[in-house]
């Protein structure tokens, strides 16, 4: 216990601890965080999250020690996809719990649904043909799960450091749309701002030397910070903050037999720009007025599930279909039961990579600010999702509700309620006692009379 210097003073103490878990099972061992990290919420709000989520943190342990064999997860490739040093961190977190796997998409007649429990496409920057379309279409045909995460335009920060510290975006010609149209979703060719967003250095003058440049931290309202997530899905249920750079907007569009779930938008002071847009650092000098923001709540992450539809129902030509049976890949025009996630921002999975030291950055720290953003849970809770036969990742879901003291009224009104509870039983008893002590009197004293 500390010391208090003052009698009667308050006293205070620091402690430091990381609360936590380690299941075993038959010589494995699997970490359970108690205590969620969370950006920008009140102590006791994390301390309610993390509450809700023991149950499920608790069932999922125990599910991953009791596999025999982990599924098998792969990141496509042949299409400019991001490369390893910049997934790196994700794949670490994953490796816990899967087989990771690098498949180049061009390479393969398909992609073998029995192996692969889900796949990731990670920023692809290079067309896809129909061959590779169909690929992806039939995985899906088949039972398979995909992550999309497609920048629909070509921007890029490094692109500000030249002489004019702007660019114009373009379309990337990954020719997707048809394929994400068909089951049920559009990725439109904008760029969001947000009011709610990371800051970037700018260059603000030189020092009185003139030597070393100086700078300052300015709202970049190309690079949103994310905290409306849907509650009511188990992947955004309780979700920290997340990140993002020059991300876009999603519709979803009516396709029958698929559920379309919003899983994360934008705040209430949002708007999209539509291509071509004038990227410049000469919008960080300008006050962002509310009023242009007006709206509020674009999507930009989507969960489809359901029984989709082929994008190539009646275009297949009979003499492919008659090539494809003779390679045993028979076409199948409608899915089984099955689900993806489409989140329009590329980026949202990079890491950051120093290529003179070759490290790799936690995904979703910023480095400006020093904050870690909460992209890496979002991704694993959509892959945990997508794999996800059991259910187990529905107790996600379950609400608990804390009902915590006021701290400073508590404090403020203590001395009355120890007093209350010390001097109310005693003053019931005594009132208990005299009652009982009058009523025995009462009647024994008549019993004499008589």
Not at 402 to 408: F, S, T, Y
Request: aromatic content about 10%; overall charge neutral.
């Amino acid at each position: 216990m500390p010391r208090c210097l003052i009698e009667n003073a308050d006293c205070y103490s620091e402690k430091i601890f990381f609360p936590g878990a380690i299941a075993t099972y038959k010589g494995r061992e699997y970490p359970i965080v108690l205590l969620q990290e969370q950006l920008n919420k009140a102590p006791e709000t994390v301390l309610n999250n993390s509450t809700a989520l023991l149950e499920y943190n608790l069932i999922n342990a125990i599910q991953k020690l009791l596999r025999k064999e982990r599924p098998h997860i792969a990141f496509l490739e042949g299409h400019g996809e991001l490369t390893e040093n910049y997934v790196n961190d994700f794949a670490g977190a994953l490796q816990t719990y899967y087989e990771l796997h690098r498949l180049s998409l061009p390479e393969v007649l398909s992609i073998d649904t029995f192996k692969y429990a889900a796949v990731v496409l990670a920023k692809p920057t290079q067309p896809f043909d129909e061959k590779d379309k169909y690929k992806l279409d039939q995985y899906v045909m088949r039972g398979g799960k995909i992550l999309w995460l497609i920048d629909p335009l070509i921007a890029d920060a490094d692109s500000l450091n030249n002489a004019g510290g702007s660019f114009i975006t373009a379309d990337y010609p990954l020719n997707l749309d048809d394929l994400l149209f068909r089951y049920g979703v559009r990725i439109n060719p904008n760029l969001l701002q947000d009011m709610q967003c990371n800051p970037i250095p700018v260059v603000v003058g030189t020092d009185k030397a003139g030597n070393a440049t100086q700078q300052q931290l300015f709202p970049w309202l190309y690079y949103p910070i994310f905290t409306q997530f849907n509650q009511a899905h188990p992947i955004g249920k309780n979700m920290g903050a997340t990140m993002s750079k020059f991300a876009s907007t999603l519709d979803t569009i009516r396709v029958q037999d698929i559920k379309k779930t919003v899983l994360m938008s934008s705040s209430q002071y949002s708007r999209a720009l539509t291509n071509p847009v004038n990227v410049s650092l000469e919008t960080v000098k300008q006050r962002p007025l509310p009023e242009q923001f007006n709206q509020k709540n674009l999507a930009v992450a989507v969960a489809l599930e359901g029984e989709f539809t082929s994008n190539f129902k009646n275009r297949l030509a009979f003499s492919t279909a008659e090539m494809l049976d003779s390679l045993n890949l028979k076409f199948k025009e409608k899915s089984s039961p099955t689900k993806m996630v489409v989140i329009a921002d590329g980026d949202f999975i990079k890491n950051d990579y120093e290529r003179s030291s070759s490290k790799t950055l936690p995904l979703g720290y910023y480095k400006y600010t020093k904050e870690t953003f909460a992209n890496k849970d979002f991704l694993l809770n959509t892959i945990e999702w997508l794999t996800d036969d059991a259910g187990v990742i529905e107790a996600r879901n379950k609400e608990i509700a804390l009902r915590l003291l006021d701290g400073e009224r508590s404090k403020q009104e203590r001395v009355f309620w120890q007093l209350f509870n010390i001097m109310l039983p005693l003053l019931l008893t005594g009132i208990a006692a005299a009652a009982y002590h009058f009523w025995r009197k009462r009647r024994y004293t008549n019993n004499i009379i008589r």
